[in-house]
Structures are given as C-alpha cells and as structure tokens.
T-cell receptor, first 112, second 114 residues
Framework: NAGVTQTPKFQVLKTGQSMTLQCAQD?????MSWYRQDPGMGLRLIHY???????DQGEVPNGYNVSRSTTEDFPLRLLSAAPSQTSVYFC???????????FGNGTRLTVT | GENVEQHPSTLSVQEGDSAVIKCTYS??????FPWYKQELGKGPQLIID?????GEKKDQRIAVTLNKTAKHFSLHITETQPEDSAVYFC?????????????FGQGTILTVHP
C-alpha cells in the first residue's frame, strides 16, 4: 500500500519556467490538497479538491493551478516559477467524512 | 480565517522527562484538533487528535487536552525517548468546521537528549 506518492522529490527551476508536481494516492480518498512548508510558517494550504472535477483555493493559491480529473491524481502546476515559490510542497489526502490527513513525503523545489 | 499559534518553537528535554506543546486558536467554531509529527525528510504524520466534545484523549505516552473556553489545546508526551525527536505541528480546521482544510501552527522542534 503506497499511500500518497509525490514526484519528483527534488526540482530546481529557473525563474519563469513552468512545471507540474505530481501527486497520486491509492486509498480511494475523496479529498486531496496541496500545502507548502516554509521555515517558521508551518504548512499553508494552496489548493484542495473534494472529488474529481471539483477544486477550490486555499490560503495561498496565487501562481498555482490544479485540476482533478481522477480520484487518484491531483497535480499542482506552477505557471511561471518565481523565487518566492522556493519551498517544500506536500500533497495530502483524506476521507471527506473524517478529518485526518495522509501526507506524501514532499517535493523540495528551488527557484533560482 | 482560523489562526493557530504554537509554542514553544523549540523544546529540549532529557530522555525520560515530559514535554508539553501548547496551541491557541481563534475560531470558536473549530471542533477538531489534530497533532502531527514530522521526521526529517518525511511528510507530517497524524499522531493523535481530539474533537470538541471531549476534554482529554490519551494514547500510550501521548495525550492531548482541550480547553474550549480558553481556546487552547496541548500535546503532552511522557517518558520521552530519543525517537520522539521531531517537529510537531498542531492544527485546526479553516473556517471552523471544514473537513480537511487545516490551518497549521508554526511547529515545535523537539529534541530529546539521551
């Protein structure tokens, strides 16, 4: 049972480049979300989804896009990378009738 | 939206001592309070949670207490061991009761010295 799988583990981008962070879960969870983690700031919610075809914004959505075409996958797209997006990104999933989240092991992104 | 303050930011204890981490929240409608443990290079993992209809919950060496009147909740770890060393996060639901949309505290780096 893989749980929540994130790829890649590490990525370096130049300012202005675009990329997609992948997230997949095999627990049939309806709810999926993306957080970013910065030193001293905890985890902040970027976008979330309560099911295929449904997405919504979290606390810090600017500069990021998401889509949810299947229950299993929830990719995060950076449209034009900026140094302020240097962070560790975590994907999390859960059941909508239960609040506990299952996190992946993160993607460390550096934008130069 | 919900605001969660966590203290202390770092905590150093000797093996066998107890450790207490405290969080305060702003939204009185919040009804779910989890604690996550994050080890180096990994994602956070849920270790214990409490809902607003109880004041305390225990699971072996860890416990969480909730004071809804004062809007704070605490993590208690007894008989600490070196493997308890990690970053601990508290959280509360954004918008009070919205499932899954958690606001996290800033984190506490716990170091347990052998």
């Amino acid at each position: 049972n893989a749980g929540v799988t994130q790829t890649p583990k590490f990525q370096v981008l130049k300012t202005g480049q675009s990329m997609t962070l992948q997230c997949a879960q095999d627990m049939n969870h309806e709810y999926m979300s993306w957080y970013r983690q910065d030193p001293g700031m905890g985890l902040r919610l970027i976008h979330y989804s309560v099911g295929a075809g449904i997405t919504d914004q979290g606390e810090v959505p600017n500069g990021y896009n998401v889509s949810r075409s299947t229950t299993e996958d929830f990719p995060l797209r950076l449209l034009s990378a900026a140094p302020s997006q240097t962070s560790v990104y975590f994907c999390a999933s859960g059941r909508t009738d239960f609040l506990a989240l299952h996190f992946g092991n993160g993607t460390r992104l550096t934008v130069t | 939206g919900e605001n969660v303050e966590q203290h202390p930011s770092t905590l150093s204890v000797q093996e066998g001592d107890s450790a207490v981490i405290k969080c305060t929240y702003s939204d009185s409608a919040s009804n779910y309070f989890p604690w996550y443990k994050q080890e180096l290079g990994k994602g956070p993992q849920l270790i214990i949670d409490i809902r607003s209809n109880v004041g305390e919950k225990k699971d072996q060496r860890i416990a969480v207490t909730l004071n809804k009147t004062a809007k704070h909740f605490s993590l208690h770890i007894t008989e600490t061991q070196p493997e308890d060393s990690a970053v601990y996060f508290c959280a509360a639901p954004l918008g009070g009761t919205s499932y899954g949309k958690l606001t996290f505290g800033q984190g506490t780096i716990l170091t347990v010295h052998p």
